[in-house]
């Protein structure tokens, strides 16, 4: 099955700056997705990030806080935009593989002060 | 609109004894409805889903849609399976989106 990378896999950043998390995988994908999961919370779905074509947020999140990128099959950014200390979770990667499982990364876990 | 429920945030058992982590869940489609799970210091992975019908690692799933439940049972849990378990229901058809449960830590005790 396919690798998927993850980085950084945490970092401490002052409120008000912007972090880009990147997510690489060893092959090919078509749907990759960029979810949140904050401090005692489930895994909520920020976004689907599409390949030549601008992301599909989910209710609750928006582009200019979320920006990601997709330049190709096997690359994806998020951006958290402006941060704040509300901000700080853990947010992973995951693409679906032809069976639908998905994979996911290892996840950044994020820290705002 | 869909929801996935896991009403224990914690199950702790001893070795050896039965295991069984709850899920519920309410969709108006068709429901596909999987198991991951994170062991500490590694990923999110696929354990189960439910319409391979298979045991894994001991585990196996049963789709119950008169009760919209999908639990997780295994006869004798081991201390390795102490780990984070997560139901999780795909919906958005070709989209392959999932949502999750909020999570239930097994803790299996020697």
């Known amino acids: 099955s396919a690798v998927i990378s993850q980085k950084p896999s945490r970092d401490i950043c002052q409120r008000g700056t912007s972090l880009t998390i990147q997510c690489q995988v060893d092959?090919?994908?078509?749907?990759m997705f960029w979810y949140r999961q904050q401090p005692g919370q489930s895994l909520t779905l920020i976004a689907t990030?599409?390949?030549?074509?601008?992301?599909?947020?989910e209710s609750g999140f928006v582009i200019d806080k979320f920006p990601i990128s997709r330049p190709n099959l096997t690359f994806s950014t998020l951006t958290v935009s402006n941060m704040s200390p509300e901000d700080s979770s853990i947010y992973l990667c995951?693409?679906?593989?032809?069976?639908?499982?998905?994979?996911f990364g290892q996840g950044t876990r994020l820290t705002v002060v | 609109a869909q929801r996935v429920t896991q009403p224990e945030k914690l199950l702790s058992v001893f070795k050896g004894a039965p295991v069984e982590l709850k899920c519920n869940y309410s969709?108006?489609?068709?429901?596909?409805l999987f198991w991951y799970v994170q062991y500490s210091r590694q990923r999110l992975q696929l354990l189960l889903r439910?319409?391979s019908r298979e045991s894994i690692k001991g585990f196996t799933a049963d789709l119950n849609k008169g009760e919209t439940s999908f639990h997780l049972k295994k006869p004798f849990a081991q201390e390795e399976d102490s780990a984070m378990y997560y139901c999780?229901?795909?919906?958005?058809?070709?989209?392959?989106?999932?949502?999750f449960g909020t999570g239930t830590l097994l803790a299996v005790q020697p």
């Open positions: 995951s693409f679906s593989g032809g069976n639908t499982e998905a994979f």
């Open positions: 092959s090919q994908v078509t749907m």
């Open positions: 990030a599409n390949q030549g074509s601008e992301a599909t947020y």
């Open positions: 969709y108006s489609g068709s429901p596909e």
């Open positions: 439910h319409i």
């Open positions: 999780a229901l795909l919906y958005g058809g070709a989209t392959n989106k999932l949502i």
